[in-house]
């Protein structure tokens, strides 16, 4: 069985057990957080529940593990000839999730 969410913008497949990294969410670590924006439940049998836009009385339960940081991801900007030249840098900041139950 698993279910995808909407989390931070971004759909995110949720499997029961499994760790998920989505973006930032302001949760200490050992919370437990509920999603309620579900778009796809898949059961075991088979059977697919679609929302519109989302499954009715459909929640996806997880606990915080913890948080982390992305990959750094180097921004360079040059115009040719003009001696212009600038370099960014960016980190997103991640929180792990454990992926407790899926309720539907």
Known sequence: MYAI??????????VA???VVVDRIEAAPGSE????????VEKD???????APFVPNARVVAVVDGGSRG??????KKKR?????RSRGFRA???????TDIIV
């Open 71 to 76: 990959p750094k991801i180097r921004v360079f």
């Open 33 to 40: 957080i509920t999603f309620d924006r579900v778009l796809l």
């Open 45 to 51: 049998g088979g059977e697919v529940l679609v929302g």
């Open 93 to 99: 900041d991640l929180t792990r999730l454990r992926v």
């Open 81 to 85: 000839r003009k001696g212009m030249r």
């Open 17 to 19: 057990g499994a760790t």
């Open 5 to 14: 969410v909407q989390s931070g913008g971004h759909q995110v497949k949720m």
